[in-house]
């Protein structure tokens, strides 16, 4: 059979990652995939650009609609990036009967219910593992290997670039700012770090990942976000004296009363293997109801890795591209007809666990005042650590910190208690506030 002839919209580190895969391992590759797969066709603004990194080994061009108006291209692979080109392109592709494979989250978090649908209409395959935890095969994990499962939550560290600030900060009893500065001389974190540390780029993966597990259409609007530039390194220390790490978390739940769809940090028992994930790693969680807990690791990004997510894709259009459409895998898990209404909670109903530290003026009565606060309000308490005045002020200290951590309760109740407490005289600083899961 012909070899299946692919185009790269905007090449670059992840499409040379494909190129070089795709050559490397091209036999094994054919012998999996039934049929030959070639990039006959790149882009790239700047063609000097694109011929230094694909030599003579495909048709450069700069304009990317070249590729969707190309007949002889069957799969456009969409690596631009963005939400206003990228999503042109893709839309046009589909239009031209084209099957789209995409590394793009923020697309999909975004467009996700317009994009499935038109490809749905054409009967074309949209497919996107590269877009989530980078050679992690999480969405196949999800779609199909777990295809049995009610699953009934999803957590993940789903940002190399945050886990690798919070990993530094934890080692070298660091800053957030120190950090960032270091991770972007290194090359870890963008010059423009926003979507990272601000946990966006995490929540357009979490949009997806729950979109799939739950079988309910992406909704990044309804994401609860928080990232974290606001996290102090003796957070991190009084966390690990609990016996917890902290980590940013994406945190898909089933509840009776909907689905719970966050990014924020927390406290995660050091003991749990999550815990353990350090620097640009990447770890997903999901919790099925016959498998239990699973637990996928990996590289979240980079070249190859990534390389290796698309041409997973590839392989699958490859072998399915000449079946019924309604024989192919549901692009978000669940027949396009059955998807649920399930609504996305809002944080106020959200029910978890918390990290509450107060500086406090070290007096008597203070501690007792602030559990019975929390005591009207129902919340239990589940440890206290009061560190003392000198240690944390120094000698002749009239301040000290008071860390509670709490057992399950709504958010909103939280939320009312916490304004309370702020209000105390002798409550003297914001307090700081950090979710904290258990995860078993
Ligand atoms: N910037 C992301 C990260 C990789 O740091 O994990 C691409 O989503």
């Known amino acids: 059979m012909k070899p299946i002839q692919v185009g790269i919209l905007g090449i670059g580190t992840v499409g040379s990652g494909v190129f070089n895969v795709l050559q490397r391992n091209q036999e094994e590759i054919k012998r999996r995939a039934g049929r030959g797969i070639e990039v ?17 080994r495909a048709q450069v061009v700069a304009d990317a609609r070249a590729i969707v108006q190309n007949p002889a291209i069957d799969i456009v692979v969409e690596l631009i990036g963005g939400t206003t080109l990228a999503k042109e392109l893709v839309l046009e592709a589909i239009a031209a009967g084209k099957h789209v494979v995409t590394a793009n989250k923020a697309l999909l978090a975004v467009h996700g219910t317009e994009i499935f649908a038109a490809a749905h209409a054409k009967g074309v395959m949209v497919a996107f593992e590269a877009a ?51 991770a972007q001389r290194l090359g870890y974190a963008e010059a423009d770090p926003t979507f990272d540390i601000e946990g966006v780029d995490a929540a357009h993966k979490l949009t997806l990942m729950s979109a799939i597990a739950f079988g309910i259409p992406v909704q990044f609007d309804k994401a609860y976000i928080e990232g974290i530039t606001q996290l102090g390194a003796q957070d991190i220390r009084y966390a690990e004296q609990l016996g917890y790490r902290i980590k940013l978390l994406g945190i898909t739940k089933r509840t009776a009363n909907g689905v719970e769809l966050r990014v924020h940090p927390s406290l995660v028992p050091a003991k749990r293997l999550i815990a353990n994930v350090e620097g640009a790693m990447n770890a997903v969680m999901v919790q099925g109801d016959a498998v239990g807990t699973t637990l996928y690791y990996g590289k979240g990004a980079g070249s190859e890795p990534t390389a290796s997510a698309v041409i997973a894709d590839l392989v699958d259009i490859a072998r399915l591209h000449t079946a019924e459409p309604a024989q192919r895998v549901p692009y978000l898990a669940f027949q396009h007809h059955s998807m649920s209404d399930l609504p996305v909670l809002p944080m106020g109903e959200v029910v978890t666990s918390y990290y509450l530290r107060l500086r406090v003026a070290d007096q008597a009565g203070v ?32 301040q000290t910190d008071v860390i509670i951590l709490t057992h399950d309760c709504i958010e909103s109740r939280m939320n009312a208690a916490l304004s309370q407490m702020q209000a105390l005289p002798t409550v003297l600083a914001p307090i700081t506030r950090i979710r904290k899961e258990e995860l078993a």
């Open 132 to 182: 989530v935890a980078g050679g992690i095969p999480i969405i196949k994990a999800l779609r199909e290997g777990l295809t049995a499962n009610s699953i009934q939550w999803v957590a993940g560290i789903i940002n190399g670039t945050t886990n690798f600030i919070l990993s530094e900060m934890r080692d070298k009893g660091l800053d957030f700012s120190v950090v960032l500065k270091e």
């Open 367 to 398: 501690l007792a005042t602030v559990t019975g606060l929390l005591a009207a309000a129902d919340i239990s308490i589940d440890a206290v650590l009061q560190r003392e005045a000198d240690e944390v002020g120094g000698e002749g200290a009239t």
């Open 40 to 56: 006959t066709m790149v882009s790239r603004r700047n063609i000097a650009e694109a011929q230094a990194l694909v030599g003579d």
